[in-house]
């Protein structure tokens, strides 16, 4: 008797899930020989007792219930309350790579912590702090943009001869980087699969789609059986056509590590930045220089940017002013020579410049020193408050708060260059760097 994984089982029911279409399109007396059919959110719950949402997430055509494929139909979400039931092309057969991927080499090691964890934005990160992603794009100087759940605005589009109009329909953006000139939009998967749907592309495209910069599409794969990255970009030849999407170019690529030093870090920390703003999302200060080259330059611009409020937004400009990256006059942000180098940097030199900048600061610093001497020994949550009290003068629970911002730049060096290692409560050097003198 052969034992089914939990995997095989979790595929199993969701199989029989979606065989309950069959009972929505038989109580609605749907006629699926007709372009289009409309369902509400209301008439899936109350007939199959399912969640609307993933009864309508068929992300492959092979996942498709057998109603659906006897008459060549796929589904689309309107809004957050209704789905169109559409023929038409829905899917998308990826292209075979039936080729060796080419070797990448890169002194940024996989974060450790990371490591078996099945998670398509793992790989994308380090995809693109190594400087893979701007290999495969012959971009350099893209940043992390966007990522996340979202709704759509407002758009209209045809699909095999229908016209639909979308709004507030719910998309997921793994990743969404940018330039001045560019945004490049991924769709990310663990696994290789032999279809997608074509919405994972298009929606997240039109959300973002605009006239001032050129948007570009990736289908982004980790191949966990040939350890391998690979890259799919298509194009949209008509922004208004769903099943426009083209094929445009593929790349493989299985990335080699080669340790760096610690001895790379080495920095002449400046005793004077002891200001400390709580900034947790290492990501906005990383993008505010490019926003500020492109002209969003106020703390007004950019708590509308971000969707935060000024408040927030200050302490943002702050922690790039400490990094040396953008300076204040007269309310209005500008670049640093440092901040106008750090932006004309291709991705990987872009990170360790960034993290060498972290590590100037005293607290950082501190931390990194301490790893460096005793690397065996981990630092304590309860020692990074010690050193917080030793180079600021906080208490209570806003010294708790910042030895959270402290942690979380810590784990953005643990993504992005794999010098330490963060749980909870310590950090310990990463195991997979030299320690040279």
Not at 107 to 118: H, K, L, R, T
Not at 184 to 203: A, S
Request: overall charge positive; hydrophobic content about 35%; charged content about 30%.
């Amino acid at each position: 008797m052969v034992k089914r994984t939990t995997k095989t089982i979790g595929k199993h029911l969701e199989k029989r899930k979606l065989e309950k279409w069959s009972d929505i399109v038989t109580k609605l007396d749907l006629n699926l020989n007709e372009k289009t059919n409309i369902v509400t959110a209301k008439q899936i719950k109350s007939i199959t007792g399912e969640e609307p949402r993933l009864m309508a997430k068929i992300d492959q055509r092979e996942d498709l219930p057998s109603i659906f494929k006897k008459h060549n139909v796929f589904i689309l979400p309107l809004d957050r309350q209704s789905y169109a039931i559409l023929q038409g092309k829905g899917y998308h057969t990826l292209e075979p790579m039936d080729f060796d991927g080419e070797k990448y080499l890169t002194d940024n090691p996989f974060p450790v912590s990371s490591a078996g964890i099945e998670s398509e934005s793992t790989y994308l990160d380090y995809a693109y702090a190594t400087g893979l992603l701007s290999r495969f794009t012959h971009v350099d100087n893209l940043f992390l943009a966007t990522r996340g759940r979202r709704t759509t605005p407002q758009f209209d589009f045809s699909v095999g001869g229908t016209n639909l109009s979308v709004k507030g329909a719910q998309i997921e953006i793994d990743a969404g980087y940018e330039n001045v000139e560019q945004i490049v939009l991924v769709e990310g998967k663990i696994g290789v699969p032999n279809t997608f749907i074509i919405r994972q592309l298009y929606y997240p495209y039109r959300a973002v789609h605009s006239d001032k910069k050129s948007t570009r599409t990736i289908f982004f794969c980790y191949d966990p059986k040939e350890y391998a990255y690979l890259f799919y970009e298509y194009d949209f030849q008509s922004p208004f056509q769903y099943d426009s999407m083209k094929f445009v170019r593929s790349g493989k690529y299985n990335i080699n590590f080669k340790p760096s030093s610690l001895r790379d870090y080495r920095v002449n920390p400046d005793k004077e930045k002891i200001r400390i703003p709580q900034a947790d999302d290492i990501n906005k200060i990383v993008e505010l220089p490019f926003r500020v080259a492109e002209g969003i330059d106020t703390m007004e611009k950019m708590a509308a940017h971000f969707r935060f409020d000024k408040r927030q937004s200050s302490y943002y400009r702050e922690a790039s002013e400490i990094l040396g990256l953008v300076e204040l006059n007269r309310h209005t942000y500008s670049l640093t020579d440092k901040g106008k180098q750090y932006i004309q940097m291709p991705t990987h030199m872009r990170m360790k410049y960034f993290t060498k900048l972290l590590l100037e600061f005293p607290v950082i610093n501190q931390v990194y020193l301490n790893l460096t001497v005793e690397r065996d020994k981990p630092v304590t949550k309860n020692e990074i408050v010690d050193i917080l009290k030793n180079n600021s003068e906080l208490t209570g629970s806003t010294l708790l708060r910042r030895t959270q911002t402290i942690l979380a730049w810590l784990k953005w060096i643990q993504r992005n260059v794999g010098l330490v290692e963060v749980s909870k409560d310590r950090v310990s050097s990463s195991r997979q760097m030299k320690l040279e003198f």
